[in-house]
């Protein structure tokens, strides 16, 4: 799908560049009206709100800003706060306007003091891991500091991350956001700070207290004012604004957790990344090395986008579940509140590398450790692969513990490879298979696959046993995490017992003319369970007022319907996501050869929480 925008299609401008540090293109700030369709699989998906809905520029945020005598903007870490007071301060002096600005980061506390309030949830120094932070936002300032922001006789704006914390009533709230993937882009290049700290950090630091404390204690302070602000605005760009009145956005929330709609997927290249996506999917920068992972819904980091006159608005996926949870998951939502419980992403290694040798926590252990509330259980569902393709799964019969950990040891010390199917099983992989990973299970998805990652949400907590005695792209050595891993190890899926329990038997539980519905079990321990619906010419599917997570994984296209009449086109290699509260909907086959269609969703017992 060919673009067009205000900086060239996305295509980052010379500001834009010298503010983030990828290969990848920013979204575009405007999409014309030829090319707001697709034929293919689309990186900017788009919710459509009908005319006049979503506002261009800071021209315009400007002169909304100045009818108010006193206004506080907010945002969420990332912003840059010098480039949007600097934009916001050229229209008000061409227009004559005298503004008084109060930086709200003046009365956060001291660097060491905030150092030490966060340091319980930092974890060891070398460590890849902290602990989910209990903190709130208020506790980074200085009371005393914030009663003293006073409002002049002129517009007074009090800016930053936290502005709405000052003590003043009744003035309007705009609230600025910047999508993840932008916000890590932004860390790598140096330009952004942690919250509270005074200069960055390395990327592999920074990245663990945006994680474990910033993006928590933010995000909550975003879910509390998702009903005051009334302004909502996306700053991913350095030189230009879109942005949307409140009552606009929740009615585009209320729509969008009523009926269908896709997360705006993004992309990275890694130390075993291969090519299928970078053949497949047209519109990414054929320049990237490789493309190891899409992070098709991996809501923690992925966004909305919201669409009005060709404008393109994104914000965090978090406001639908902060403003809706109920009707997103529907009877789960009081199980896991505004957490949305499953992820898709895709593993790309066709003519790449071999995953690390890993394994994920136990529930007990992430929730000890971490902080967390659910763990990493995953499946593998083969995508695509070539004929020599494998999945490492579970230990060979003869395994022993003490012996396979000083094999890795040594590995570790002396930079040594390791015949690996010595100490774990490599199976064959074809297409629609499905291998189960509940926590403990050492795994690895070997060369020449693309997998569909279908998992519980986390997605961070990968223990590292055995790398394949390579660097990353940088040239560093990858992190081993021995001691974690072994932890959480279940040396009894060995053997026999693989096969008969990590790899999904499909059968046909269902079928019509035209039609059959393959459930793919899942292990006793995955919360959630997978469907493979099979069509020709279409089917109807009721939601039972459970989330379905979706995926086009045979077929070029289909159009789904719901019941309140909404139409929308999936192509190939798409995720999309029918809420629970959408209830019945159509799937018709907008192609030649049958559909396959993956559907993840929740079981309807869940006892473990």
Known sequence: MLVTSTNTAG??????????????????????????????????????????????????????????????????????WNEVRRNLSAVF??????????????ALKPVEKIESLIKPFMGENESLWGRRSTLSLIEFFD?????????????????????????????????IDVPKNEI???????????????????????????????????????????????????????????????????????????????????????????????????????????????????????????????????????????????????????????????RFDFLDTWDGGNLSIQCHPSLQYIRSNFGETITQDETYYILDCKEDAGVYLGFQDNIEPEQFRDVLETSRQKNQAVDIENYVQLHPAKKHDLFLIPNGTVHSAG????????????????????????????????????QHAFNNLKFDRKGEKVKQELISKP?????????????????????????????????????????????VVEGSSVTLETAGGKKSVFHYAETFVVPAAAGKYRVRNNGNERVKLIKAFLKEEIGWI
Not at 448 to 477: C, H, Q
Not at 530 to 538: G, L, M, S
Request: aromatic share 12%; with cysteine.
């Open 11 to 80: 295509k980052p401008g010379p500001r834009d560049s010298e503010q983030r540090l990828t290969l990848q293109p920013l979204l575009p700030q405007f999409i014309d009206d030829e090319n707001k369709s697709s034929t293919e699989y689309g990186i900017y998906p788009f919710h459509t709100l009908g005319a006049g809905k979503i506002c261009n520029g800071y021209e315009s945020l400007a002169i909304w800003i100045a009818e108010n005598p006193v206004v506080l903007i907010d945002g969420f870490s990332g912003v840059l």
């Open 93 to 106: 002096e061409q227009r004559g306007i005298q503004v008084k600005w109060a930086d709200i980061s003046e």
């Open 143 to 175: 009371s005393k500091k914030l009663a003293e922001i006073k409002v002049e006789n002129e517009l007074t704006i009090v800016y930053g991350t936290g502005a709405s914390l000052a003590s003043i009533s009744s003035a309007p709230v705009v609230y």
């Open 184 to 342: 890590q882009y932004r860390m790598r290049a140096g330009v952004i700070n942690n919250l509270g700290a005074d200069q960055p950090q390395r990327s592999v630091e920074m990245y663990k207290r945006f994680y474990f404390v910033d993006w928590v204690v933010l995000g909550a302070h975003k879910k509390s004012l998702l009903s005051k602000a009334a302004v909502f605005a996306d700053a991913q760009w350095i030189d230009d604004i879109n942005w949307i009145h409140a009552t606009d956005l929740n009615r585009g929330l209320k729509e969008m957790s009523t009926s269908v709609y896709r997360v705006r997927p993004w992309f990275e290249a890694g130390a075993w990344g291969g090519q299928w996506m970078k053949e497949k999917f047209h519109n990414l920068n054929k320049d990237e090395v490789n493309y190891a992972w899409s992070f098709e819904l991996i809501v923690p980091e992925n966004g909305i986008v919201f669409e009005s006159d060709g404008y393109l608005l994104e914000l965090s996926f978090d406001y639908l579940m902060f403003a809706d949870n109920r009707s997103i998951i529907g009877k789960h939502a009081e199980l896991f509140g505004d957490e949305f419980p499953i």
């Open 447 to 482: 060369i020449n696959n693309v997998v569909l990652e279908i998992s519980a949400t986390p997605y961070i907590f990968t223990f590292k046993m055995y790398d394949w005695v390579r660097l990353d792209l940088n040239g560093e050595p990858r992190a081993i995490n021995l």
């Open 507 to 551: 059968s046909v539980i269902d079928k019509g003319e035209g039609w059959q519905l393959v459930h793919l079990p899942t292990h006793a321990e995955h919360f959630y369970d997978v469907h493979r619906v099979e069509f020709d010419d279409e089917v109807e599917i009721e939601t039972n007022n459970s989330c379905h997570v979706l995926m």
